[in-house]
């Protein structure tokens, strides 16, 4: 069974910088997206990359945050800048193994998903 394990959340100040990596314990997803659920609201989509490295961001994240991957390590990034208190909320990473033509945001899409990683900025 396919696993995905978030790690790198924790307590920051804003302005501050945090790294989230996502580990797969075996294959190359073709699409992997981060989302994240602040309290008292829908989950909703961060940014995605596409196995040959197309993104997206939701805009609010737009230039402070920045997707990656690395294949060779079946291993998923979110840099994370600038931080704000808006920003607080649990990050999950998920995965496709299907093609798909754009980056989806709808997490209807993401048939693997890791348990989540706490983020929480002060201000």
């Known amino acids: 069974q396919v696993q995905l394990v978030e790690s790198g959340g924790g307590l920051v100040q804003a302005g501050d910088s945090l790294r989230l990596s996502c580990a797969a314990s075996r294959r190359t997803f073709r699409t992997m997206a981060w989302f994240r659920q602040a309290p008292g609201k829908e989950r909703e989509f961060v940014a995605g990359i596409g196995l040959l490295g197309r993104t997206d961001y939701v805009d609010s994240v737009k230039g402070r945050f920045t997707i990656s991957r690395d294949n060779a390590k079946n291993t998923l990034y979110l840099q994370m800048n600038s931080l704000k208190p808006d920003d607080t909320a649990v990050y999950y990473c998920?995965?496709?193994?299907?093609?798909?033509?754009?980056?989806?945001?709808?997490?209807?899409?993401?048939?693997?998903w890791g348990q989540g990683t706490q983020v929480t900025v002060s201000s």
């Open positions: 998920a995965g496709t193994l299907e093609s798909l033509i754009t980056i989806s945001k709808q997490e209807g899409v993401y048939n693997y």
